[in-house]
């Protein structure tokens, strides 16, 4: 009986349910206040741009009831960002999942009764993402790159977007979409004492880490 009440569950969530599998190439801004600070006393002597620009992916299946007010969009998030001055090289990364859900800010349809072709919607994203850091600097005599310290963080975080979703074709949709990311309290272990040659320990190995990002997502509408 448990089994027939589960395979009428299920049924009923396929006729409920539209599909839709999308990918999303963003350009990201990020701040990290702590980072820099310490990488501009000890490394560049001056102001400039530590891990300020990068780029991220998200790739996701949208869960829509038939109304399409609130949709759910369960994701993969990927991140990279990089800074190089002189011979000194800074990585972060990012591989996630996020449970995102999205709040449609329009009806679908206008006052003539006909779908509209654009439709604005707001995203929530709570997320968790394990994040890796890596500084190389070579040697001075052979120039050889050596690893001068790696690290890796586990990491809630969350954010919240902007995107217009313009219907191409039953199949195809695309939509330009802006958001905020805010990683919690980053780690990066040894970060202080490698940056300062030993002359500092600890002091600026966390960071709270905020993203601005821009991009463009594309849909592949499969029901």
Same mark, same amino acid.
């Given at each position: 009986? !448990?089994? %027939? *009440? ?7 969530a396929?006729? =409920?349910?539209?599909?839709? *599998? ?9 701040l ?11 490394i ?8 300020? &620009? ?7 299946y949208?869960?829509s009831m !038939? ?5 759910f969009?369960?994701?993969?998030? %990927?991140?990279?960002?990089?800074? +190089?001055?002189? =011979?000194?090289y800074?990585?972060?990364?990012a591989?996630?999942?996020?449970? #995102?859900i999205?709040?449609?800010?329009? /009806?679908?349809?206008n006052k003539?009764?006909?779908k509209k /072709?654009?439709?604005p919607?707001?995203?929530?994203s /709570? ?10 600097? /070579?040697k001075d005599d +052979? ?10 963080s586990?990491?809630? #975080?969350?954010?919240a977007s *902007?995107f %217009?979703?313009?219907?191409?074709? @039953?199949?195809l949709?695309?939509? @330009?979409?802006?958001?905020?990311? &805010? &990683?919690y309290q980053?780690?990066?272990k040894? %970060? ?6 030993g002359?500092m320990?600890?002091?600026y190995?966390?960071? #709270?880490?905020? =993203? *601005?990002?821009f991009?463009?997502? +594309? ?5």
């Amino acid at each position: 009986m !448990k089994h %027939f *009440l589960l395979l009428c569950l299920i049924c009923t969530a396929l006729t =409920q349910v539209n599909g839709q *599998l999308s990918i999303t190439a963003s350009t990201t801004r990020n701040l990290s206040v702590e980072w820099q600070v310490v990488t501009e006393n000890f490394i560049t002597h001056r102001r400039t741009d530590f891990l300020r &620009y990068g780029t991220s992916g998200v790739i996701d299946y949208v869960f829509s009831m !038939k109304n399409e007010t609130i949709r759910f969009r369960p994701a993969v998030q %990927f991140m990279l960002a990089n800074s +190089v001055f002189k =011979q000194h090289y800074f990585q972060a990364s990012a591989v996630g999942v996020q449970g #995102n859900i999205e709040v449609a800010l329009s /009806p679908k349809l206008n006052k003539e009764g006909k779908k509209k /072709p654009i439709r604005p919607f707001l995203q929530l994203s /709570p997320g968790i993402s394990l994040v890796s850091f890596r500084y190389e600097h /070579p040697k001075d005599d +052979v120039n050889n790159i050596i690893v001068l310290n790696k690290s890796h963080s586990i990491s809630p #975080n969350i954010g919240a977007s *902007l995107f %217009f979703e313009l219907k191409l074709s @039953p199949l195809l949709t695309i939509a @330009p979409a802006a958001g905020l990311r &805010y &990683y919690y309290q980053l780690q990066w272990k040894g %970060f202080t004492e490698s940056v300062t040659k030993g002359k500092m320990s600890g002091t600026y190995d966390h960071t #709270n880490w905020k =993203q *601005l990002n821009f991009g463009l997502r +594309v849909g592949l509408n499969l029901k």
